[in-house]
């Protein structure tokens, strides 16, 4: 049987209880389990606002316009990010008419500190850190070069549900966070994501914005008390259709109760990797988890010569692994910065990404460890 990347598992009875409930009520857009979900998730994570949307994309989409309306920045001044990241992480700097300014990676494959500092301008207003794999990296270390320099920090956590650092979830110093639940995560629902802004009055915003501009939802209108005018509303900005709906929130709810032990249950899967790779680690290398950090572990990543050729065995051999990421400057809207970032382009060029999912075996890893540690030394 073939070894994907992801397979998402998912409490079916649990999910199909919670869906039907909508369906029951008539319920399926926005409200009523969003609403229910965004409480349970500010509960779990500790977080002041949440705001549920079809999109951890969306989310970023948001977080940036709203700081950049909110702060009087001006278009075109600067957000440093990194290019190991998805697109969607550098896109929603452009939308928001913000240019990105690429700092390299260290070894947790999220942003150096060091070479961030030398990337702060006078332009400067922000910096955009991705957690990649569920890793918190230097986050403490950026969360002060913010507070040094009056920078704003937005948290891209798309692969950060559940992760942990000393037993709380990571992210209280930062401007604005960014969940994903997309099909594959660590808490899939299909696709969604969670915006959880620190200040109130953006939280409120961002509500408007992703709902068209409205200031006042269909789920408020209906539970309002303004008798025959409850259907009455007011357009405050140009927004977007990013709600999140009833149907994927359900799921959510479903699902969030197994997320702690689900990512238990990914940390031993990267035990199980670390210590295959232990005899072959001058060819194998390993991606360290920072410090007193219980990482989601949404990948495991390691880093091999003749990447490519591996990932051919391994097809050959029915695994299917991935690669996280390329670095963004070689994608042509972003080639003004390629050279900027050594390690990175390096990382892009070596970092393979191994299955990583609720249905792994040991077996399953130990094929996996085989597979690989059969090519390095064959090759």
Known sequence: MAIQLFVPTFDIDECLHEVRDCLE???TGMGYKT????????????????????????????????LREQCGWDRQDEIITTPLTFVSTNHAIVLGGMKPVFADVDETLCLDP????????????????????????????????CKEYGLKLILDAAHMAGTKVGGQTPGNE???????????????????GMLCFADEEMDIIARKK??????????????????????????????????GN??????????????????????????????????????????????NCDPSRHLFQIVVNERDRLIDYLNQHDIFPGVHY??????????????TCPRAAYYSDHLLSLPMHLQLTREDVETVVEKVAEFIHGS
């Open 25 to 27: 009520k008539g319920w």
């Open 326 to 339: 390329t670095d963004n400057t070689r994608y042509r809207m972003y080639t003004y910065a390629q050279g």
């Open 114 to 145: 060091v070479d961030v500092r030398k990337k702060i301008t006078d332009k400067t207003k922000a910096i955009m850190f991705v957690g990649v794999g569920g890793n918190t990296g230097a986050l403490d270390e950026i969360a002060h070069l």
């Open 246 to 291: 009833a149907l994927t929130a359900a799921i959510a709810l479903a699902q969030l109760p197994h997320l702690d032990e689900g990512n238990a249950y990914r940390r031993q899967i990267a035990c199980w990797y670390e210590g295959g790779f232990a005899p072959h680690a001058e060819a194998v290398g390993l991606i360290p988890m920072a410090e």
């Open 174 to 192: 930062a401007d604005a966070i960014v969940y994903s639940f997309q099909a594959v995560k660590n808490l899939p629902t299909g696709d969604s």
């Open 210 to 243: 992703s709902w068209l501009g409205i200031n006042k939802d269909t789920y408020a209108r209906s539970s309002s008390s303004d008798g025959a005018y409850k259907w009455e509303y007011d357009v405050e900005y140009v927004g977007y259709k990013y709600n």
């Open 35 to 66: 609403v229910e979900f965004e409480d349970a998730w500010k509960e779990y994570t500790g977080l002041p606002h949440a705001h549920f949307l079809n999109s951890a994309t969306a989310g970023l989409n948001l977080a940036v316009e709203i």
